[in-house]
Nanobody, 123 residues
Framework: QVQLVESGGGLVQPGGSLRLSCAASGSIFVIKAAGWYRQGPGKQRELVAAITSGGSTNYADSVKGRFTISRDNAKNTVYLQMNSLKPEDTAVYLC?????????????????WGQGTQVTVSS
C-alpha cells in the first residue's frame, strides 16, 4: 500500500514562508508527475502548482512568483515552497502524484492523494 505523506503546514503570519513536503512511503512507487492542490473554507479544490516527469512546472495565477514546486527524485519527494503568504492562501493543501508501482508481476501507473496539511495565514 502506497501512502503520500504531507508535512510542513502550520500557522504563519502574512508575509511569512512555509515549505510543504510530500513523500511517498509504503510499497514501491516512483513519482512521475505531481501537483499541489488546495481547498479553502467553502471553496472548491484548486490546482496550485504542478511538476511533470521532465521537471516542467506550472502555477495558478494567484501564486505565480510566490510559490515554487520542486522535486527530489532520489528521495521520491515533492516540495512546495511558499513565500509572501497571504491570508487568502489559508487552506488545506493536498498532494497528488502520478507514478509507477508494482502490481504482481506488472508495472502499473497509478495516482494517489495525500491526506492534506493545514496552512493558516493569520496575524
Amino acid at each position: 500500500q502506497v501512502q503520500l505523506v504531507e508535512s510542513g503546514g502550520g500557522l504563519v503570519q502574512p508575509g511569512g514562508s512555509l515549505r510543504l513536503s510530500c513523500a511517498a512511503s509504503g510499497s514501491i512507487f516512483v513519482i512521475k508527475a505531481a501537483g499541489w492542490y488546495r481547498q479553502g473554507p467553502g471553496k472548491q479544490r484548486e490546482l496550485v502548482a504542478a511538476i511533470t516527469s521532465g521537471g516542467s512546472t506550472n502555477y495558478a495565477d494567484s501564486v505565480k512568483g510566490r510559490f515554487t514546486i520542486s522535486r527530489d527524485n532520489a528521495k521520491n519527494t515533492v516540495y512546495l515552497q511558499m513565500n509572501s503568504l497571504k491570508p487568502e492562501d489559508t487552506a488545506v493543501y493536498l498532494c497528488n502524484a502520478e507514478g509507477l508501482t508494482v502490481a504482481g508481476t506488472d508495472i502499473v501507473e497509478v495516482t494517489y492523494w495525500g491526506q492534506g496539511t493545514q496552512v493558516t495565514v493569520s496575524s
